[in-house]
């Protein structure tokens, strides 16, 4: 079957071909650098600054220096217009939102939905991926369900999704999967970034693996 959908801009095409969004999201964005270069070695080349991090926009204005210009650094957790502002000022290639009713922005911006009503209104609004939030109690078979009677969405499953659990969700149907806790872990806080190397592998090999 042709997708019939629309051609996307290059910045959520590259977020749909990489297939996975980390999340940063600590009390403090100290620790985002060292997590993003390992996440970066390990190929997720797609990074969501969550801005309820304290540092945050300063966090976002870092990588964007730090890593290279393939490497997609959005802000996520955005709330209002002047967040979104903030971030864009910071150089968040994207905005991520864990609800919708946001204006239009100056870059890609996917907002979060729950329901196939809000899904299906931030598709009509022009969203080029949609956020599910929270995904990890709807499991892989609510999206599967979703697109039946909205084939031209593009969903990005996030909260409570585990590594175990991605191949599932793009299996389903979503073309990418964001990731928190279950790959950050405690890395970001100190923890160990040896660790978090063997899960972000795991992570992309589970796309790979889906993809196949």
């Known amino acids: ?23 940063l999201r600590a ?15 390990a190929g997720i080349t797609a990074l969501e600054v969550t801005l309820t991090s304290q540092g945050a926009l300063e966090a976002i204005s870092g990588l964007r220096r ?7 650094v959005g802000a996520g957790t955005v709330l209002t217009d002047d967040d979104a502002k903030a971030a864009v000022d910071a150089g968040a290639a994207f905005l991520v939102a864990p609800v919708s009713g946001l204006g239009p922005q100056s870059v890609p911006f996917y907002p ?10 931030a598709f009509q609004a022009g969203a080029p991926l949609i956020k599910l939030f ?16 909205l084939p031209g969405v593009r969903i990005m499953p996030t909260g409570g999704i585990g590594l175990d659990d991605i191949a599932k969700w793009l299996t389903a149907g979503a073309v990418a999967v964001g990731l928190g806790g279950p790959l950050i872990g405690d890395a970001a806080t100190g923890g160990s ?16 693996f889906a993809r196949s």
């Open 112 to 121: 979060g939905t729950f329901s196939p009503t809000e899904i299906h209104a």
């Open 134 to 149: 929270p995904a990890g109690g709807l499991g892989p078979g609510y999206l599967k369900d979703v697109r039946g009677p």
């Open 27 to 41: 009390p403090t964005a100290d620790g985002f650098a060292a997590v993003a270069d390992v996440l970066v070695a």
């Open 66 to 72: 730090q890593l290279p210009e393939t490497v997609m």
């Open 193 to 208: 970034l040896t660790a978090l190397a063997a899960r972000a592998r795991h992570a992309v090999d589970a796309v790979a």
């Open 1 to 23: 079957m042709t997708d019939q959908r629309a051609p996307l801009d290059p910045v959520s095409a590259a977020i749909v071909d990489s297939g996975l969004v980390a999340v």
